[in-house]
């Protein structure tokens, strides 16, 4: 939604199928699939006489203690932000966020432009699906157990019963997610970008290409550090293949004084200037492939992990770059081979749909002997996929063996094996960085769909939380209409 007085943009999470911690390399590729979940931001004028000219106020009405003030001033094209002193909390990718758009957006559009939008004062709310945030809580206070039966109950942008600082996040990359509507609704509301539904994929929109600069850096800078982007990316573009900027671009304005210079920041940051060279392959899964996700109560510090794989990279440098070759290969065949499915199914449908309900019906590791005409295409073309998935996964865990880091714990690899035994189960992992947070299965029926559900409900090792996401179908940005989300009508009333 966007007219004078109001703008919603929403932007997707995501899940690496595959490139976990090569992605953090220029040379490798990740697949990564973005998710229905999405972050909305609203931005509307506040209420007449609500609010003192010139301020913004953000709310993120799902936690506690979520509400952060900031008054702005506007002198020729400086423009600045200073966060009020009385809040409780502080936000720093939402002021981050805030700082170094309106800096630019003074360097972008006239003065007056400017301060009509701001003379009445500005309200945010940010609001991200349920599934960025474990529900445990949620389903606890409604005596309800925890399934996706129950999770269907509860109402979208539920509260989290915490601070935003100790919440239990799924891994969709919500600060990614919250960045990238952020920053867009904020150029979408003061008329610098015109994100158009079906038109933001294209990796060669310059204007959206600006966006995707901006949130880069501002989540580079928030996070401090210059992270592999594919979260920001896929929150753009939506599911690709991805091949990460050079880190080189942006460490020159890695720093919070950039704002004090902010036509150089424009150079590194404007598409125009600069030539970026991260790679944007469009991607999507075959009809019929179904993506399925849980969160686990167990937990794993992302960069910790990453911190100390890349340690022992570095101290064992023939032995982790010989498996990176390995896996990045591995990495890349799985990817081909999804690509090939979906060209089958495209060009083959009949014979695809009847070989995809064979499948679903026999656990994966009997395709090759149990299946009739194994032999066709898309029969093989599942048992490839398969068996390089398998692949990947082993030199995961011998990534875990030789680093002595749990990127595919035994725990993990229990349940992973157990989710592969049910019939119509393609494939299944850790996604991104590993380790105990999360798990997928991409499976090609509703039957393998439950059978799953099944095997996490019945586990016992850890607790295994499902999601209620699956594949964006919409790709990357939007901006929301009343009439197409029921996001945006509860949004709406926060």
């Known amino acids: 939604m966007s007219s004078d007085n109001a703008t919603i943009v929403s932007a997707p999470g995501k899940v690496l199928l595959a490139g976990g911690y090569l992605v953090l390399d220029p040379v490798f590729s990740g697949l990564v699939v973005a998710t229905d979940a999405r972050f909305y931001t609203l931005i509307r004028s506040s209420p007449a006489g609500t609010s003192a000219p010139s301020k913004i106020t953000v709310r993120s009405p799902q936690f506690e203690n979520a509400t952060w003030n900031y008054y702005t001033t506007v002198q020729g094209k400086d423009v600045q932000l200073a966060a009020s002193k009385d809040d409780e909390t502080k936000n720093t990718f939402v002021e981050l966020a805030l700082v170094y758009c309106l800096a630019i957006l003074g360097h972008l559009i006239p003065t007056e432009q400017i301060t009509q939008k701001?003379?009445?004062?500005?309200?945010?709310?940010?609001?991200?699906?349920?599934?960025?945030?474990?529900?445990?809580?949620?389903?606890?206070?409604?005596?309800?157990?925890?399934?996706?039966?129950?999770?269907?109950?509860?109402?979208?942008?539920?509260?989290?019963h915490t601070t935003l600082s100790k919440v239990h996040k799924t891994g969709l990359g919500s600060s990614a997610a919250l960045i990238t509507s952020l920053v867009s609704a904020i150029f979408v509301h003061f008329g610098v970008s015109n994100i158009q539904r079906g038109s933001n994929n294209d990796s060669n929109n310059k204007s959206t290409q600006l966006l995707h600069n901006i949130a880069q850096f501002v989540h580079c800078l928030a996070q401090g550090k210059v992270g592999s982007g594919f979260d920001v990316s896929s929150a753009v573009w939506g599911s690709h293949t991805y091949r990460r900027f050079s880190p080189e671009i942006l460490q020159e304005v890695m720093h919070h004084d950039a704002k004090n210079d902010i036509p150089a920041l424009l150079k590194v940051l404007d598409p125009e200037q600069t030539s970026w060279d991260n790679v944007v392959a469009p991607f999507r899964l075959a009809p019929r492939l179904h993506l399925m996700l849980a969160d686990i109560d167990a937990g794993s510090h992302t960069p910790t992990l990453v911190s100390n794989v890349l340690k022992w990279r570095k101290n064992k440098a023939d032995e982790a770059n010989e498996l990176w070759r390995q896996l990045g290969a591995a990495n890349d065949k799985v990817v081909e081979l999804l690509k090939q499915l979906d060209e089958d199914a495209r060009q083959n449908p009949e014979?695809?749909?009847?070989?995809?309900?064979?499948?679903?019906?026999?656990?994966?590791?009997?395709?090759?002997?149990?299946?009739?005409?194994?032999?066709?295409?898309?029969?093989?073309?599942?048992?490839?996929?398969?068996?390089?998935?398998?692949?990947?996964?082993?030199?995961?865990?011998?990534?875990?063996?030789?680093?002595e880091v749990?990127?595919?714990?035994?725990?993990?690899?229990?349940?992973?094996?157990?989710?592969?035994?049910?019939?119509?189960?393609?494939?299944?992992?850790?996604?991104?960085?590993?380790?105990?947070?999360?798990?997928?299965?991409?499976?090609?029926?509703?039957?393998?769909?439950?059978?799953?559900?099944?095997?996490?409900?019945?586990?016992?090792?850890?607790?295994?939380?499902?999601l209620l996401c699956n594949e964006s179908t919409e790709g990357g940005l939007l901006v929301e209409t009343h009439e197409e989300s029921l996001a945006v009508q509860r949004l709406s009333q926060l």
């Not at 019939?423 to 090609?444: H, S």
């Open 118 to 160: 701001l003379e009445s004062g500005l309200e945010i709310i940010i609001a991200g699906n349920n599934d960025f945030y474990s529900q445990r809580k949620e389903l606890e206070s409604r005596g309800l157990d925890l399934n996706t039966e129950s999770l269907r109950q509860i109402p979208l942008f539920a509260p989290t």
């Open 351 to 403: 014979s695809y749909d009847i070989a995809v309900q064979s499948a679903s019906m026999v656990p994966a590791k009997e395709w090759s002997a149990g299946l009739s005409g194994s032999s066709d295409g898309t029969t093989a073309l599942l048992i490839q996929i398969h068996d390089e998935f398998s692949r990947v996964r082993h030199f995961l865990r011998e990534m875990s063996r030789l680093s």
């Open 406 to 466: 749990p990127v595919e714990p035994e725990e993990q690899t229990r349940l992973l094996d157990a989710c592969l035994s049910v019939p119509g189960v393609l494939m299944a992992g850790v996604p991104g960085a590993g380790g105990f947070d999360a798990i997928f299965c991409i499976v090609l029926s509703d039957d393998a769909r439950k059978g799953v559900e099944t095997v996490w409900a019945n586990f016992t090792e850890m607790s295994v939380g499902p």
